[in-house]
């Protein structure tokens, strides 16, 4: 198992921040059509934003073990679902996909504070199954 480095996380951190960022301007693009929706939206990019924070307050101390190169695999990842998110029409999707970026997130800040080694594959998977559109 590889382990991601300080530098990898802050890389992951900013790319979550980033996709949070698209994310909550799509949220304010539905928001006059569909304002539950967009309300649901902005609070994933709001959770996911608060993951990518934490994540940038503990690379510093911390190291996550992981399978083969995670942080790229991560990274390509999140940018997937982030280009997504000017292709997919179905908000019930973008709900889908932004959920399980906040879960990858969620899972490298809990193996961070844990100091426990999590399959991010499965986690990963997951965010790359929703992306085959």
């Avoid at 998110?85 to 809990?110: F, H, P």
């Avoid at 080694?117 to 998977?125: E, M, N, T």
């Amino acid at each position: 198992m590889d382990t991601l480095k300080t530098e990898q996380i802050r890389a992951c951190a900013c790319e979550f921040r980033t996709y949070a960022t698209t994310l909550r301007s799509r949220a304010r693009k539905i928001e006059l059509d569909d304002p539950d929706k967009s309300k649901k939206l902005m609070n994933l990019s709001k959770s996911i934003a608060k993951k990518a924070d934490e994540l940038i307050n503990k690379a510093v101390d911390l190291a996550v073990q992981d399978v083969q190169d995670p942080a790229k695999r991560i990274i390509k990842s999140t940018q997937k679902a982030e280009k997504a998110l000017d292709t997919i029409n179905d908000i019930g999707k973008v709900l889908d996909i932004a959920t399980a970026v906040l879960r990858l997130a969620q899972g490298i800040v809990t193996a961070m504070t844990t100091g426990g080694i999590v399959g991010f594959g499965g986690l990963v998977g997951a965010l790359d199954q929703l992306l085959r559109l």
